[in-house]
């Protein structure tokens, strides 16, 4: 499966910016084993000797208990019937996907403290692994922090990013400075060691086995944290990279994963941002000047997203609106001194501005060609404002121009901590685990690259403000456990709210009612490292998932560690909930820790579910901890929620000529799944190319004969899975080539 793991940047598209080609399918296919337990390389090679047409490629002690191997299906599928298997997984492609944002988040506060050796807080002595496609360890802002690296994608110890014109990266580097660029620009940790694992090549490329080969390199290395701004679009828990994620976290790793852009629609997050133990971040924005659009003809204002390139929208007259088509020459005969109103699509975001531009128009506006909105960015800086509406606002815009004169004025209003569309949502599939965990700032960052600077935007960017927050928190707390730390992180965190107002709740404030986003959007909230730093308590885990509720079984029960941190003694309990008809909760009776004491309580849920019938319940719970109240997040799903019944879909050639193979993904399994092929032209039915009942869940992989085949041709596919009422499809076109 060639499953295309972001270099999280939110960019043209509506979940990543770079794709390119993918590699056409070799004969053999490369996977990654899982073994029930700890084989030596030669029990290994012994295991794999009946199979003469496997190779081995790999052995994993670290990251996973495994190793990959390369060779026909058939062999697999024979090999993966072994009892000591415990399954196995095809090798998958993977993408890689700041001064203001470090002030947000506290940076600049931390400044100020000193750890116990008495020095100041910036990362000092703590190693940051950057799994990405290399570093320009060059740089110089970068060339004080680098502490050497590996590349797994050309077998040495050079981890320099993709130079080579076409096939350039940038991205690693981008990441780098965001933790820890100490020069122009200064990251969250300026003087945390950088270890770059090159693990994306040319174009930012890679595979499952390359990251985990990085993943198992950083492990042996002991590297304090790992950052990885990469994700797929599956929504599983049990992929191998997240699985390694784990893994690494119960060696002491504190292992932090970029959630995904595929945003604002729930469960989309991606492996391995599923990771249960990981931290997986979400992205939030920085401080922005935003330009609301005051129309005559329409009631209200209608916010204008700035794209990445843009000057302020700094226009201090009203201006006429008019259409400009998609943007291309001849559809920009009348923007002269005016703002154009563009449709997106046909031509880039920077064609569309600079025909715009030279037409003579003042600012230029692009809206959507499919429902949401979008974050954009330009080639280079533009002289006029650019911005982009969602496409139901765009035709609002439309009808007012035809109806009236369009005449316009824009209003700037300073806006922070509002959720990234783009920003993927959860919960995970199966787990049913709230993430992200928390969100961090990953709109118009702006970072090193090779040669210089740019401003990127995607949850790549957050990611990093996360892993050098834990540099911080690390050496200030050299002995805290990744479980601490990401509970610091949590528990300080600041719940952010959807609105323009000044409502908040923040941590020290009691329970508000306030259009919060939810819990499986944004976790626990935006990070505030100086207070995760100075926090007297620590509650873990940093969230409660009460997990599945039936008819049957409707009483859950989660057990909280709670931990003063402080010198004193303190008082804790817990705030009852809103009451809600059908909920029952049941808490601890008020208690005392003393310092450094901790204590496991338990926090029980009852749920009617004839009365009580939402399928997803979330919210948060507050704990007052002495004169601190912190707020931890919780979630509960009722039956078969409404997760995606199936997920990334691939066709390809297969070993023999003729043949070909699909692989598919199915959180859940299916009570009934198939593939239907029909005419591209009148969408007349044409025959299954597969179907089935009762199907486990996981990643389906199955050959197709060349007789199973229809004629060669161009079909489009419906792929579909049916579980508990609830049928989902993915719509594609396949070649077929006998």
């Not at 923007?335 to 128009?361: D, P, S, Y």
């Not at 310092?595 to 009617?608: A, F, G, I, N, R």
């Not at 990334?648 to 859940?668: C, H, I, K």
Request: glycine content about 10%; charged content about 20%; some cysteine.
């Amino acid at each position: 499966m060639k499953l295309l793991l972001a270099l999280l940047l939110a960019f043209q598209t509506p979940n990543l910016l770079i794709t390119p080609p993918i590699p056409v399918s070799t004969k053999d296919e490369i996977a990654i084993v899982i073994l029930n337990q700890t084989k030596t390389e030669q029990e290994i090679k012994q295991l794999l000797a009946p199979y003469r047409k496997i190779k081995l490629r790999r052995v994993f002690n670290e990251a996973i208990t495994g190793f990959s191997v390369q060779g026909p299906p058939a062999e697999m599928t024979l090999l993966a019937a072994k009892q000591s298997i415990t399954h196995i997984s095809p090798v998958t492609e993977y993408r890689a996907e700041v001064e203001e944002s470090v002030k947000i988040i506290g940076g600049d506060e931390v400044r100020g403290y000193f750890d116990r050796a008495n020095q100041r807080l910036t990362g000092k002595g703590v190693t940051v692994a950057v799994i990405d496609t290399g570093v320009d360890y060059t740089h110089p802002d970068l060339i004080r922090n680098y502490g050497g690296g590996h590349d797994l994608v050309d077998g040495d110890n050079d981890p320099m990013e993709t130079l080579a014109a076409g096939q350039a990266t940038i991205h690693g580097t981008h990441v780098a400075g965001i933790i820890a660029a100490n020069g122009k620009i200064n990251g969250v940790a300026p003087e945390a060691k950088i270890i770059a694992y090159r693990a994306l090549g040319p174009g930012g490329g890679g595979t499952t086995e390359q990251v985990l080969a990085a993943i198992e390199e950083a492990i042996k290395d002991k590297v304090d944290i790992m950052n990885l701004s990469l994700g797929n679009s599956i929504n599983g828990p049990d992929l191998p990279i997240s699985m390694a994620l784990n893994r690494a976290v119960e060696k002491g790793i504190v292992a932090v994963a970029a959630s995904g852009n595929s945003g604002p629609n729930i469960w989309t997050v991606g492996s391995p941002g599923t990771a249960s133990k990981a931290i997986s971040v979400g992205a939030s924005t920085p401080t922005m000047d935003i330009a609301y659009l005051d129309v005559e003809g329409i009631e209200g204002k209608i916010r204008i997203q700035p794209m990445e390139g843009s000057v302020p929208w700094n226009l201090d007259r009203s201006l006429e609106l008019v259409e400009g088509g998609m943007g291309g020459k001849t559809d920009l005969k009348n923007v002269q001194g005016k703002i154009a109103l563009i449709e997106r699509g046909t031509l880039t975001f920077t064609e569309k501005a600079n025909h715009a531009r030279a037409a003579g128009a003042k600012a230029v506006i692009i809206y959507n060609n499919v429902n949401g909105s979008f974050m954009g960015n330009l080639d280079g800086m533009l002289d006029i404002p650019v911005g982009s509406l969602t496409k139901e606002e765009g035709k609002r815009l439309q009808r007012a121009i035809q109806n009236v004169k369009g005449l316009s004025r824009v209003q700037i209003i300073k806006e922070k901590d509002r959720l990234a569309d783009f920003s993927s949502r959860g919960p995970v599939t199966m787990t049913w685990d709230i993430k992200p965990d928390i969100v961090a700032p990953g709109v118009a960052i702006h970072s090193t690259i090779p040669g210089g600077y740019l401003s990127l935007q995607g949850t790549s960017m957050a990611a990093p403000h996360v892993a050098g927050a834990c540099a911080l928190i690390k050496q200030a707390h050299p002995d805290w456990t990744p479980d601490q730390i990401k509970a610091a992180l949590m528990n300080t965190a600041k719940p952010l709210v959807k609105t323009e107002t000044s409502l908040e709740l923040s941590r020290g404030s009691g329970p508000i009612n306030a259009p919060y986003y939810h819990t499986y959007a944004q976790g626990a909230g935006r990070i505030q490292v100086d207070e995760a730093i100075k926090t007297e308590s620590l509650i873990m885990p940093g969230s409660i998932k009460f997990g599945k509720f039936t008819e049957g079984k409707n009483r859950h029960i989660d057990i909280l560690k709670i931990e003063n941190t402080s010198s004193r003694t303190q008082m804790y309990s817990f705030d009852l909930p809103k009451q809600r008809e059908g909920l029952n909760w049941r808490f601890p009776i008020s208690f005392s820790l003393g310092p450094k004491q901790s204590k496991e309580v338990t926090v029980e849920l009852e749920v009617d579910p004839k009365v009580f019938k939402e399928k997803i319940f979330d919210g948060y719970l507050a704990v007052n901890a002495g004169d601190t109240i912190y707020h931890v997040p919780y979630l509960y799903v009722l039956e078969e929620p409404g997760y995606p019944r199936i997920m990334g879909f691939d066709f390809t050639p297969g070993d023999q000529p003729g043949t070909y193979r699909y692989e598919v993904y199915m959180p859940g399994g299916a009570e009934e799944f198939g593939i239907a092929l029909f005419n591209p032209e009148d969408y007349r039915f044409v025959q299954f190319l597969d179907s089935s009942t009762n199907v486990k869940k996981g990643l389906i992989r199955k050959e197709l004969s060349q007789e199973s085949l229809p004629p060669a041709g161009t079909y489009r596919v419906k792929v579909f899975a049916k579980k508990a009422g609830k049928e989902d499809f993915i719509e594609t076109m396949i070649v077929i080539d006998k």
